[in-house]
């Protein structure tokens, strides 16, 4: 089923670091909300829709949300922004935009890599510009049709679009009060970032496991607990991304991280060998060609089994491409089956995180 969540108001979600009022000035700001966020949001849902937290503790649940410590039996795709009825996609990073320039991202060179080029993997291609031009990573949006040219290798050349089309930030300001004497504390004061989304543009995402959930609803979701509606989607907005016909003839494609993906090896997953960058998944052997990834975050949570935070995870970011080369007989569409819109983290995979989204890479 397919879910749109409409926040009546503003939203705060800040990344996994700990932050301490009268310490830290700035709580830092995190949107789209991590995968595990709107996860866990549903779950709480559905918990209290069921029963009470304590029938959740003693796993009367178990078969359908699981217990404390565990993951639940359903899983996520995304979360997405959408506006109208169509997805939007953070900017992936073997694009980049002109310096001083906006409107238009590039297309990276796909190519072997040059005898000169110095790198900490034995990689056997690299992306570089070889325009004249002085280049900068781009943060930005990229709508669906720009999006699937993208993936099909159409163009060298797309739109993009900044944060603003699709929501507004507001910095606020907070106090902390003692909780017993009702009392400002002192030297307590600390700035949060909160965002409002523009008219028309939604949060959605895709669940799977599960018939419980309502029609429509309201639900608790990122910091403040925030009340958001939800209802589920009639239209498959997934739809055309899903079933986008890819070429694969060259024997090589890409992988686009659409969420965050948490690997054991840091950047790399973990069924890729360090030393020869191949590997094997459900079947399919590949070798890591090359990759561009942005700068790694982190993901916590809270952990209800033993009511405390959980250790911080290292994650690749959305936005991040990994190219890959067939080694083994197989077939195109069993490589498509395996690698196109699955969640691939080696972590937390059930949550949303690491959500693979193929693209064609042409012949040099």
Request: aromatic residues 14%.
């Amino acid at each position: 089923m397919l879910i749109k969540l409409k926040p009546f108001d503003t939203l705060f979600f800040r990344d996994s670091r700990p932050f301490t009022k009268g310490e830290d000035t700035w709580a830092d700001f995190v949107f789209p909300p991590y995968p595990s966020t709107v996860y866990g949001a549903i779950r709480s849902y559905l918990i209290f829709k069921m029963g009470s937290l304590q029938d959740f503790k003693e796993g009367k649940f178990r078969d359908i949300l699981g217990v404390p410590g565990e993951p639940a039996n359903f899983t996520i795709k995304g979360p997405f922004l959408m506006k109208e009825d169509k997805l939007i996609f953070k900017v992936p990073y073997d694009l980049v935009k002109l310096k001083d320039e906006d409107g238009k991202v590039f297309l990276l060179n796909f190519i072997k890599k040059p005898s000169l080029l110095v790198s900490d993997f034995p990689f056997d291609y690299g992306l570089l510009w070889r325009g004249k031009e002085n280049v900068d990573d781009t943060v930005g949006w990229m709508e669906q049709l720009n999006f699937e040219d993208y993936l099909k290798g159409r163009r060298q050349e797309f739109g993009f679009e900044k944060d603003g089309t699709f929501y507004k930030l507001k910095n606020k300001t907070g106090i902390s009060i003692d909780k017993i004497r009702g009392t400002v504390e002192e030297g307590r004061l600390y700035r949060f970032t909160m965002v409002r989304l523009v008219e028309d543009t939604s949060i959605v995402l895709k669940i799977e496991g599960i018939e419980e959930l309502d029609d429509k609803g309201v639900l608790q979701l990122g910091g403040e607990r925030k009340a958001v509606a939800f209802e589920k989607m009639g239209k498959d907005s997934f739809e055309d991304l899903e079933n986008l016909d890819l070429n694969l003839e060259t024997g090589m494609f890409k992988i686009y991280l659409a969420t965050p993906a948490i690997f054991k090896k840091g950047w790399l997953p973990d069924w890729i060998d360090e030393k020869t960058l191949e590997g094997e998944f459900k079947g399919i052997r590949v070798k890591l060609l090359t990759c561009v990834i942005g700068k790694y975050i982190t993901i916590g949570g809270w952990d209800m089994a033993k009511g405390k935070s959980k250790p911080l995870k290292k994650a690749v970011p959305a936005g991040s491409v990994y190219y890959f080369k067939i080694l083994n007989e197989v077939d195109k569409e069993r490589v498509r089956e395996i690698f196109h819109f699955k969640n691939i983290s080696d972590e937390k995979a059930e949550e949303g995180f690491g959500l693979s989204i193929m693209g064609e890479v042409k012949r040099l």
